[in-house]
């Protein structure tokens, strides 16, 4: 059964600082792998995705992530967080052909003045 | 372009009194729809997943229901609510491997 592990439940950053989100996920074939954003009273907001081909990949509002097959990771990472960056953070892997996919429990980000 | 429509935003409903939630795309067809429910630091849970008019599974047993009247529409439905169906229910469509979402319901059972 595939699942994802997110082992911050809560981290706090300070603006500007670099941050770096953890995502551990256990799949029987190639993953499909995605990053998430949620605010308060939200729904979520597809922040990049993972299919195939190079495993740094670049998303929305500054995010990167990188997949290490080696050791079931795909890690999310920005240089230099905003205040807007405050938010939940959910990591998700699929691949089936019934297209379901498993979500972590999320990361809450805040970030400090 | 793609959109996705929930309603209402925000429901209050006494236990054991029907529960029916919409949901509805914009902009493509045959799209995959998705009914997830979120209560608060539990994640997202899989509540149904349809792949086509008539194809709808359940993922969690419990007295919650789904249909896809048409092509895309999503029903979220419920006979009788019960406490523990309070929550953010979220709905999802995907061309394929990728999913993205609506606003969301807040349901609170009283």
């Known amino acids: 059964a595939q699942s994802v592990t997110q082992p911050d439940i809560h981290i706090t950053v300070s603006e500007g600082a670099s941050l770096e989100l953890r995502c551990n996920y256990s799949?029987?074939?190639?993953?499909?792998l995605f990053w998430y954003v949620q605010s308060p009273g939200q729904g979520l907001q597809l922040l990049l995705k993972?299919?195939?081909?190079?495993?740094l990949v670049q998303g929305i509002k500054g995010f990167e992530a990188e997949f290490k097959r080696s050791q079931s990771s795909f890690n999310l990472r920005k240089p230099s967080v905003h205040w807007s960056d405050a938010a939940e953070y959910f990591c998700a892997v699929g691949g089936g052909s019934n297209y379901k996919l498993t979500f972590g429990k999320g990361t809450l980000l805040t970030v400090n003045p | 372009s793609q959109t996705i429509h929930q309603w209402p935003a925000t429901l209050v409903q006494p236990v054991g009194s029907p529960l029916s939630l919409e949901c509805t795309v914009e902009g493509t067809s045959n799209p995959n729809l998705y009914w997830y429910r979120q209560a608060a630091g539990r994640g997202l849970q899989l509540l149904f997943y349809?792949?086509?008019?008539?194809?709808i599974s359940s993922e969690v047993p419990q007295n919650l229901s789904a249909s896809r009247p048409q092509d895309r529409q999503f029903i979220l439905s419920s006979k009788k609510l019960l406490l523990s169906d309070s929550g953010f229910y979220l709905c999802?469509?995907?061309?394929?491997?990728?999913?993205?979402f609506g606003p969301g319901t807040r349901l609170l059972v009283l």
């Open positions: 999802a469509w995907g061309p394929d491997q990728d999913q993205y």
């Open positions: 799949y029987g074939a190639t993953p499909y």
């Open positions: 993972y299919f195939s081909g190079d495993t």
């Open positions: 349809s792949v086509g008019i008539g194809q």
